[in-house]
């Protein structure tokens, strides 16, 4: 079937047709870089790789933007306390976010523009909404008029008289309306400035996403995505400001993932259970993070706990260790036999379940299943005493495929040194001459050095746990 995506726009799922044929214009909101990111960043991040990953697969050409917020009031308040510059606090934590990003084995975006990269552009988008009515200064501030967008509220299906509730509004006489937001904010004394026509200050947040995905990607993207906490206010305004300068639909397809929980309740900075990526990725393989972040429906919320985390180890392992003695069974398999037919007409079977579950609106913890479909039919083939190298690499060449959209196993540089070397010469010879004692020590200090060995038909394997 065609792929489906659920609109949030329209609260149901449409098949997904793309602008212009072959090609997707993909916009997600990045962080504002001001710490580490924490596992509620990771999600989008994980996920939205994922739908670009798969619609590379359909074989789309994909333009994928990521924004960096490199100035804001956070910014400014951790540069206060590090006593550096706002430049400073940003270079060191876009390094941070593009570090955890590649330990999670995601691809950078196409481009990641930043906003103090691209304030002409954001002056200019302001100035264009002052022109046309929908924005107006007020002593070094501008705002945009929320009243005058008539269909203000349509992302996040509510009237405007009942968002006046929903927005953080600070008392402000110098606004028309106070749901009214900001576009450019007047600089405080000490403040990183821009000069402006409205003088020097910096862009308020929404507007700085509408100026850069129309840069960058035109006037209406494909896909817009981001957490379910941006849908309002951030990708509202960034609809009315937008579609105020255009005319046109600012995206054909709004996406949004679910909160990440922890051990059942709302992560907090007052709660103080947000945990970063960076601790994260010291305890855990990247892989099962990656696994947890797409074993729950990315439209749900998901609950973080030691033993879903557990869980997703596990999970891990059973995929490599499948994987890992595939590869390993070629060496030693019959390559005068063609492929079992049955076999790999039941692989194409899980084939076919993938692309189902992820052609519809990308169901990850379905299509998680069906690598486990894979796995069993793997361990099945590799029972048998006798087995045709056609009908391993049937198999490897399904599960590359699926993996290459889900990356939920990959091969680390292994390398032993010296020390470790000996040991496993030791104990092939300790095997060699009955020594089993010394053959158990050794395999338990390589053990406990995070080297596993495996004693096969086909001779000892060693992989890292």
């Given at each position: 079937m065609p792929l489906q995506i659920y609109n949030t726009m329209t609260r149901m799922k449409e098949q997904f047709v793309s602008l212009t044929p072959g090609e997707v214009k993909m916009y997600v909101c990045g962080p504002t870089v001001y710490d580490y990111i924490h596992i509620g960043n990771a999600r989008p991040m994980i996920f939205f790789d994922v739908v670009r990953s798969y619609l590379e697969n359909q074989q789309y050409k994909v333009d994928y933007v990521v924004n960096f917020t490199d100035v804001d009031d956070k910014l400014?308040?951790?540069?206060?306390?590090?006593?550096?510059?706002?430049?400073?606090?940003?270079?060191?934590?876009?390094?941070?976010?593009?570090?955890?990003?590649?330990?999670?084995?995601?691809r950078r975006a196409t481009i990641h523009p930043r906003v103090t990269e691209n304030m002409d552009i954001i002056v200019q988008f302001i100035d264009k909404l002052v022109e046309l009515g929908y924005a107006y200064p007020k002593e070094g501030d501008v705002y945009f008029r929320t009243r005058k967008f008539a269909s203000y509220g349509k992302l996040s299906h509510q009237k405007l008289d009942e968002l006046q509730f929903g927005i953080r509004i600070e008392v402000d006489k110098r606004k028309e309306n106070p749901e009214d937001f900001v576009l450019w904010k007047a600089a405080k004394p000490g403040e990183i400035f821009w000069e402006s026509p409205w003088g020097q200050g910096r862009p308020g947040w929404h507007i700085e996403c509408s100026a850069m995905a129309r840069h960058y990607l035109g006037d209406t993207l494909d896909i817009h995505g981001g957490g379910q906490d941006l849908q309002f206010p951030h990708h509202e305004c960034e609809c009315a400001q937008s579609e105020s300068v255009t005319g046109k639909p600012l995206s054909n397809y709004w996406m949004h993932n679910g909160f990440i929980r922890i051990d059942d309740e709302k992560m907090s900075k007052s709660l103080g259970n947000g945990i970063l990526v960076k601790d994260l990725r010291k305890n855990?393989?990247?892989?099962a993070i990656r696994y947890l972040m797409l074993s729950t429906h990315y439209r749900n919320p998901l609950n973080y706990t030691d033993d879903t985390m557990t869980q997703a180890e596990n999970s891990i392992e059973r995929i490599a260790n499948a994987v890992s003695n595939v590869k390993h069974r070629l060496s030693a398999s019959d390559t005068s036999s063609p492929a079992d037919t049955e076999l790999v007409s039941r692989v194409e079977a899980i084939r076919s379940l993938f692309h189902e579950k992820m052609q519809d609106d990308f169901n990850t913890p379905d299509a998680i299943t069906a690598i486990f479909e894979w796995v069993n039919e793997a361990n099945l083939l590799l029972q048998r005493e006798v087995v045709q190298q056609a009908s391993l690499e049937a198999l490897l060449q399904v599960f590359e495929e699926m993996n290459e959209v889900l990356r939920l196993y990959w091969e680390e540089e292994q390398l032993l040194d010296e020390e470790v070397e000996q040991l496993i010469a030791e104990r092939i010879e300790a095997r060699s001459?009955?020594?089993w004692a010394r053959a158990d020590e050794i395999r338990d200090l390589l053990s406990a050095q995070g080297i596993m060995l495996e004693d096969t038909p086909q001779g000892m394997r060693w992989r890292r746990k």
């Open positions: 400014i308040r951790k540069a206060e306390e590090l006593d550096t510059t706002v430049i400073e606090v940003a270079e060191r934590f876009i390094a941070a976010y593009f570090e955890d990003l590649e330990g999670l084995g995601i855990h393989k990247p892989a001459s009955k020594n």
